[in-house]
């Protein structure tokens, strides 16, 4: 084969024991050695990335193996900006799950994010997606706020589940539940969660942009960015910034 040909065969390899990598071994073509290593090397890359999402499935392989059937990860975006709803995500994941590059949505492109939205709501037993206004916020600090969501999306999901992975926290639920720090990291549930809810609130602020556009939402999620900061001394608050939060209470003062 020639090389051409062999770069789009050996695109298609997904194990170290194909025919066709032995087949090559020898070749003396210096273009088929490097298309070898970089298939050896992309092969390493997809055992290591499924070791580590098996890792992510370490708490709800413990719990699927007690009889718990539906184990819930729950997570919550947006507790640091200076305007809009925090947005909570709730997920049960069936046990067959298998998008490898489900992880902690910080650790995620726009793109790769965006791009498993479809396939986790497809592939999920059930999903919710919460906001809880700035108003609420305000009303009963963003710590609470959080919890609320929380709650609400749990007790929204259908089926209701077994079990609780949280993210830092402990919900007001009357579920069992397991607390896990940094939880998107260390749970697919979580994770799966977490993404949902970025993507619901990125696209949220992108809408209050074409509403507010002197704040630069679409870009800074409505963290306190210089930009923003200098919007807000020079336009004042918006209806959708948290007013209990420091640089917009202070702004009159």
Known sequence: MKISELKVAFAQVQSDGDPLLATYQDDP?????????????????????????????????????H??????????????????????????????????????SKQLSDHERRSLVPLIKQAAVAYQIVRISP????????????RLGMKQ???????????????????????????????????????AA?????????????EYAKQYPEYGFDHNDGYGTASHLQALR?????PIHRKSFAPVRDLGQ
């Open 29 to 65: 073509r210096k273009g088929v050695q490097r298309l070898l290593q970089q298939t050896h090397r992309r092969l390493e890359r997809q055992r290591l990335a499924v070791a580590a999402f098996q890792q992510r499935l370490h708490y709800e392989k413990e719990l699927w193996h």
């Open 67 to 104: 009889g718990i059937e539906y184990v819930a990860g729950v997570d919550e975006v947006g507790r640091g900006p200076l305007a809009g709803p925090v947005v909570v995500g709730a997920v049960i994941l069936p046990h067959d799950f298998s998008l490898v590059n489900v992880n902690d």
């Open 135 to 146: 108003q609420i916020i305000d009303q009963v600090n963003i710590y609470e706020a959080s």
């Open 153 to 191: 999306a749990v007790e929204q999901l259908n089926p209701l589940p077994n079990h609780l992975l949280v993210d830092a926290m402990v919900i007001d639920a009357d579920f069992p539940q397991t607390k896990l720090i940094k939880g998107d990291a260390k749970s697919a549930s979580i994770a």
């Open 194 to 206: 977490s993404i949902l809810a970025k993507v619901a609130r990125d696209d949220l602020m992108i």
């Open 234 to 238: 020079q336009f004042g608050a918006t």
